[in-house]
């Protein structure tokens, strides 16, 4: 099975558009970040001779607020000129930054400019599936809008999970004109349950382990994606971007990633199409990304490509082959995490050596206080 990257472009604002120029200028942060179409495609292609797979994602019609920056998508981005308040505990609420707002699904030109964003990707990108996200829509920002509320009424639509659907529907029309093979993924999780899919989609589920099951019983004849946020999230444990706690939690370990098993969730094996380690970008730069990636992926890799581990595994054969994949990255000039201390790098086998469950710890250390207590002096 080749590797795969999920490549969020941050609803386009980092890509050239041909068929919207001067788009990516507006709508990204500076000139340096963005992403020509040459620049592109020649990531495409530098991944497809080593056997990896780049699957666009449009997020949408959350994590939108960037288009509005550009000015004839200004009144299709809802809540651009909102604030959204943070409180920093021990500190004070402080401004914040922007919401991440939500594309307005009932105006016609979200869709005339979706179909021009679509047909650029399929251009650039020739992977048989294509992401259009669908996670944190904020609905608030649905609410706020009064024309948004007499559509719903107009045309029958009870709340905002089956405006959600109309919106997903209407996208897939899109798609389905520029395009008749290609397959959508989705992101999934609690919230998203309530959410209608086709059973040719694939959903990417990024909630808390504990739920994963559920997939089988709310989307049987769904392919899957998993990654669970408690499990495999790559930013979670650092602080969130305004110095306090991260949402989703500690940092997530490279042995808590190497045992992540997909297959151990009551899941028809046959759907799940593999796992994916996410790396979100608040908080990261080109300067600290790859710390955040190895050798933790190495670890989780390592898992979803060998055969399904049965029984005990050898922790001191792991942390042996992470140790040398880590020094080899970093003789390459490439920024790695150490597995563990200096000293048990080096001496693994001790380090890692399984423990007899007939003797605790606290027998050991109790009988080695007393030998040190008892032993004779060198005098004696």
Same mark, same amino acid.
């Given at each position: 099975?080749?590797?795969?990257?999920?490549?969020?472009?941050?609803?386009?604002?980092?890509?050239?558009?041909?068929?919207?120029?001067?788009?990516?200028?507006?709508?990204?942060?500076?000139?340096?970040?963005?992403?020509?179409?040459?620049?592109?495609?020649?990531?495409?292609?530098?991944?497809?001779?080593?056997?990896?797979?780049?699957?666009?994602?449009?997020?949408?019609?959350?994590?939108?607020?960037?288009?509005?920056?550009?000015?004839?998508?200004?009144?299709?981005?809802?809540?651009?000129?909102?604030?959204?308040?943070?409180?920093?505990?021990?500190?004070?609420?402080?401004?914040?930054?922007?919401?991440?707002?939500?594309?307005?699904?009932?105006?016609? #030109?979200?869709?005339?400019?979706? =179909?021009?964003? $679509?047909?650029?990707?399929?251009?650039? +990108?020739?992977?048989?599936?294509?992401?259009?996200?669908?996670?944190?829509?904020?609905?608030?920002?649905?609410?706020?809008?009064?024309?948004?509320?007499? +559509?719903?009424?107009?045309?029958? %639509?009870?709340?905002?999970?089956?405006?959600?659907?109309?919106?997903?529907?209407?996208?897939?029309?899109?798609? =389905?004109?520029?395009?008749?093979?290609?397959?959508?993924?989705?992101?999934?999780?609690?919230?998203?349950?309530? #959410?209608?899919?086709?059973?040719?989609?694939?959903?990417?589920?990024?909630?808390?382990?504990?739920?994963?099951?559920?997939?089988?019983?709310?989307?049987?004849?769904?392919?899957? %994606?998993?990654?669970?946020?408690?499990?495999?999230?790559?930013?979670?444990?650092?602080?969130?971007?305004?110095?306090?706690?991260?949402?989703?939690?500690?940092?997530?370990?490279?042995?808590?990633?190497?045992?992540?098993?997909?297959?151990?969730?009551?899941?028809?094996?046959?759907?799940?199409?593999?796992?994916?380690?996410?790396?979100?970008?608040?908080?990261?730069?080109?300067?600290?990304?790859?710390?955040?990636?190895?050798?933790?992926?190495?670890?989780?890799?390592?898992?979803?490509?060998?055969?399904?581990?049965?029984?005990? +595994?050898?922790?001191?054969? $792991?942390?042996?082959?992470?140790?040398? +994949?880590?020094?080899?990255?970093?003789?390459?000039?490439?920024?790695?995490?150490?597995?563990?201390?200096?000293?048990?790098?080096?001496?693994?086998?001790?380090?890692?050596?399984?423990?007899?469950?007939?003797?605790?710890?606290?027998?050991?250390?109790?009988?080695?206080?007393?030998? $040190?207590?008892?032993? &004779?002096? &060198?005098?004696?």
């Amino acid at each position: 099975m080749p590797c795969t990257g999920i490549w969020q472009m941050t609803t386009v604002s980092q890509c050239n558009q041909k068929n919207i120029p001067g788009l990516a200028e507006n709508a990204s942060f500076s000139p340096s970040e963005i992403y020509t179409v040459e620049q592109i495609k020649e990531i495409v292609e530098y991944a497809k001779v080593r056997g990896v797979r780049v699957i666009p994602e449009i997020d949408c019609p959350g994590h939108s607020r960037a288009l509005g920056q550009y000015k004839p998508f200004y009144d299709m981005v809802t809540c651009f000129d909102s604030v959204w308040p943070y409180t920093l505990k021990d500190v004070y609420r402080i401004h914040g930054g922007p919401p991440t707002s939500a594309l307005d699904p009932t105006m016609d #030109i979200t869709y005339e400019y979706a =179909e021009k964003i $679509l047909k650029d990707l399929l251009e650039y +990108f020739n992977d048989d599936l294509i992401h259009l996200g669908g996670d944190e829509v904020m609905y608030s920002c649905w609410k706020a809008r009064k024309s948004i509320e007499e +559509f719903m009424k107009k045309n029958n %639509i009870p709340d905002y999970e089956h405006l959600m659907i109309y919106f997903l529907n209407k996208m897939r029309a899109v798609l =389905e004109r520029l395009s008749s093979t290609k397959k959508v993924v989705y992101w999934s999780n609690a919230a998203t349950f309530k #959410i209608k899919y086709k059973e040719s989609d694939v959903l990417q589920y990024w909630g808390d382990s504990k739920e994963i099951p559920k997939l089988a019983t709310i989307y049987p004849n769904n392919k899957y %994606i998993l990654s669970p946020n408690d499990l495999v999230y790559l930013d979670c444990g650092l602080g969130n971007k305004y110095g306090g706690k991260m949402w989703c939690g500690d940092y997530k370990t490279w042995l808590r990633m190497y045992l992540f098993e997909p297959t151990n969730y009551q899941l028809n094996e046959k759907n799940i199409l593999g796992g994916e380690a996410c790396a979100w970008s608040e908080i990261m730069t080109d300067h600290n990304y790859e710390l955040r990636l190895w050798p933790r992926v190495a670890a989780m890799a390592e898992t979803l490509w060998m055969p399904k581990r049965v029984g005990e +595994f050898n922790l001191t054969s $792991l942390v042996i082959r992470l140790t040398e +994949f880590s020094h080899k990255l970093t003789e390459e000039g490439i920024p790695s995490n150490p597995v563990a201390s200096q000293y048990c790098q080096i001496h693994a086998n001790e380090c890692f050596q399984k423990w007899p469950k007939t003797q605790s710890t606290d027998q050991l250390y109790y009988k080695h206080i007393c030998l $040190l207590y008892t032993s &004779p002096s &060198p005098r004696d």
